[in-house]
Nanobody, 124 residues
Framework: VQLQAFGGGEVQAGGSLRLSCAAS????????MAWFRQAPGKDREFVAV????????TYADSVKGRFTISKDNAKNTVYLQMGSLKPEDTAVYYC??????????????????WGQGTLVTVSS
């Protein structure tokens, strides 16, 4: 079982970036797929999640209206389209797979499988 995230990089404030996370060894359709991030010196925080078996999504308030999570079940891949990036979005971004109760979808401990992380740096 593996998640591989890629697409990070350095971008100027106001710019856009798309992260991808490819899953292997799991039945992708059965998992909620989420993105979390961890900035230097801070705890890991929830960014976005897309519900298994549907396109229902939830976003952290800090990214709502700027980020979009989506998935392609045929490719076993989840995406995070990030726009209007700010320096405070700088972090290592992790994708995660799990099937927590939907009420616990923003809790990192509820996710079973994690990718290796990809660094996003937003310069001012």
């Amino acid at each position: 079982v593996q998640l591989q995230a890629f697409g990070g990089g350095e971008v100027q404030a106001g710019g856009s970036l798309r992260l991808s996370c490819a899953a292997s060894g799991l039945t992708f359709y059965n998992y909620h797929m989420a993105w979390f991030r961890q900035a230097p010196g801070k705890d890991r925080e929830f960014v976005a999640v897309i519900k298994r078996s549907s396109d229902t999504t939830t976003y952290a308030d800090s990214v709502k209206g700027r980020f979009t999570i989506s998935k392609d079940n045929a490719k076993n891949t989840v995406y995070l389209q990030m726009g209007s990036l700010k320096p405070e979005d700088t972090a290592v971004y992790y994708c995660a797979a799990g099937y927590p109760a939907w009420g616990s979808r923003t809790t990192s401990a509820q996710y079973r499988v994690w990718g290796q992380g990809t660094l996003v740096t937003v310069s001012s």
